[in-house]
């Protein structure tokens, strides 16, 4: 969604529900996983974050591109979009789920990334440069979600004195008008994520 906005593309949200995976509408435009995100266009259903956005970037390419232009960067920027939207995100749900030992672990594996992200923003105000890039859009859950991703788990990893670049660039990424405009509110987020939190009781109860 932030990526078409950037780009200026008129599009037509279809809001579903993040903890059902049994949408008619979910089944029939991705039937291998039943989850968002989900782009059609063209007739022509695509599944996935990472897929999504290098489609829209190569639908639109001349539109305020979200590529760098130089192969390193852009390869760069593909490897650390694939460390946050798995290794990253894997360690942060053991965190949120996960209880004890195994809690503690992922914690630790959340504050090794966050580490690893920080060295990565360090001299620039956004991981695309002076402007929001693709690394930018994959990584924006964390500049808003992720602390009440901390809140609703019960853990702490993001550190704004140990992770002074990441913490700038989370106020930066933030106040772009056209990410606050999309931003659900606090209570929103946080019902959500007690969704999460008490289906995965129920299911660990049965």
């Known amino acids: 969604m932030w990526a078409l906005k950037l780009k200026g593309i008129c599009y037509e949200f279809i809001e579903q529900d993040f903890s059902s995976r049994s949408s008619p509408l979910l089944v029939k ?12 266009h063209d007739g022509n259903s ?8 290098e489609y829209i970037e190569e639908t639109w390419p001349f539109i305020n591109p979200l590529f760098p232009v130089d192969p390193f960067e ?4 593909r490897f650390w979009a694939r460390f946050v ?3 990253f995100y894997e360690a942060a749900k053991k965190a949120f789920f996960s209880s ?33 890039g693709y690394l930018d859009i994959i990584i924006g859950w964390i500049a808003y979600w992720f602390q009440y991703i ?10 704004s004195t140990k992770y002074p670049c ?16 999309s931003l659900p509110t606090p209570d929103v987020v946080k019902a959500v994520f007690r969704g999460f939190k008490d289906a995965a009781a129920l299911a660990g109860a049965n």
């Open 74 to 77: 852009r390869a760069s920027g």
């Open 150 to 159: 901390e809140e609703i788990g019960e853990f702490k990893a993001m550190d």
């Open 85 to 87: 939207d798995g290794k």
């Open 46 to 53: 695509l599944a996935e974050s990472l897929v999504i956005l």
């Open 166 to 181: 990441l913490h700038a660039w989370i106020n930066n990424f933030i106040q772009l008008p056209i990410i606050q405009q």
């Open 100 to 132: 004890g030992e195994t809690k503690a672990e992922g914690v630790e594996s959340v504050v090794e990334g966050l580490h690893l992200l920080e060295g990565q923003i360090i001299g620039k105000k956004f991981f695309g440069g002076e402007k929001i």
């Open 29 to 40: 435009l991705n039937p291998v996983y039943n989850k968002v995100p989900v782009i059609v």
